[in-house]
């Protein structure tokens, strides 16, 4: 079943319209009166509608029930990865939030290549949150991940390190398995870091730890940028017993 | 390190000899007399050498030491995945190299839009080989990666199911977990099988089931096609203990 996003304010009464850009998506998928649809606030809760009239630029939906979506994880996972070249973050921001993240979350590190100055940051921000956005309605999740930069590694660290579980994975760890960080005790929110192409430097993963992070290994093969975070995602979920 | 793979038929004596197109990637990575480099026979022995010579067309290597590569996991894994759309089969034999795939296979499905005749097929799959190998050398794998087409989905059930654990992840399962199926029993060999963009029809689903694969779910969220089969990998590489 189609699903639109609308905000948790929209919700009023027992209709919705849908204009704009959910209105376009909508006319694109052909949707007619009597078409059912799920509408979700973007805080965890769907409505099931059902359309029941569409006029120029708008689609009226009745509410016919509500309900948890169903679709989030028990635990909230946010994606620290150090900022790459190219699309590869794009990729990332729509995989991670298929896998069910909550957040993704970018940052500099000594050996970024890519420094965009504020504004075009800014463009890419708004890029970044609309492909979360897309990505979450496909794949019908009870909520948009939000895409955050922060200024410096530092800040990423400190932010990283307030989770319940804080993992730092580095491929110069050989000992201490992701597992066994995993296991050491319950979380219910978690942070995932990993760093740029050409890897952390070695003072950056000591800084790491003395923030709190674990230092965690993914296996002995070196896992490419944008593969590491979303294998670490994959290995969570199943751990915690998403699937 | 750099990494090479040379066939096990080009290991004879103490030195080993790098031409064509690793002669030039070496040239590339500006390996000079006295540089180290590994070579990996691609069957799981790597050997640690020394640039000895440097003349036109060739890098001779004088080999120091060899051992097992230590970089292939204990399970072998391999996926099979419906022939998708455009590139995406190539992000995910990158992808499933990276993280330990032993084989990546590729067939058709009722909804598959992709549907090359032989020509391009073969042609297809000389790019694709190529892919493992160039991903398996710069994951240090100590293995490359088959890539093979099946000319049904009748012949991939068939061949899935000879493995000791083999799966088919179906959106519309939502009872049976992929942890139960992993904690059934040992395994030493696993099929990993996915459908195609518009996913499989509830038939495949049953004749799938019939021939002997676990029909699970990856978790509530809908995921790609190219995210479900490296969530499946990423997921059973934790399970078994590789991170």
């Known amino acids: 079943m189609p699903k639109f996003f609308l905000s948790a304010e ?17 006319k694109v998928l052909r949707l007619r009166t009597g078409d059912a649809v799920i509408v979700c606030d973007g805080r965890g809760t769907d409505y099931r509608c059902t359309v029941s ?24 996972v946010t994606v620290y990865m150090a900022l790459p070249k190219g699309d590869k973050l794009e990729h990332v921001i729509q995989k991670a939030t298929e896998l069910g993240a909550d957040a993704v979350v970018t940052f500099p590190t000594a050996r970024c290549v890519s420094r965009p100055d504020e504004k075009s940051l800014r463009k890419k921000l708004e890029r970044w949150q609309k492909i979360a956005a897309s990505a979450a309605e496909q794949s019908g999740r009870g909520r948009i991940p939000e895409v955050r930069t922060l200024p410096s590694y530092a800040a990423a660290l400190k932010e990283a390190a307030s989770a319940d579980l804080s993992v730092l994975f580095y491929e110069n760890e050989e000992q201490r398995t992701f597992r066994s960080a995993i296991e050491a005790a319950p979380f219910r929110t978690a942070a995932l870091m990993t760093g740029p192409e050409g890897g952390l430097e070695h003072s950056e993963v000591m800084q790491a730890e003395a923030a709190g992070l674990q230092i965690c290994t993914l296996g002995s093969r070196i896992l490419r940028c944008e593969t590491a975070p979303l294998c670490a995602l994959s290995a969570l979920m199943y751990a915690v017993g998403e699937f």
Chains 1, 2 share one sequence.
């Open 10 to 26: 929209a919700v009023t009464g027992d209709t919705l319209v849908l204009t704009g850009e959910q209105y376009n998506h909508a």
């Open 53 to 76: 009239e569409v006029c120029e630029g708008q689609m009226i939906l009745q509410i016919d029930s509500s309900g948890s979506s169903g679709s989030e994880a028990a635990v909230s």
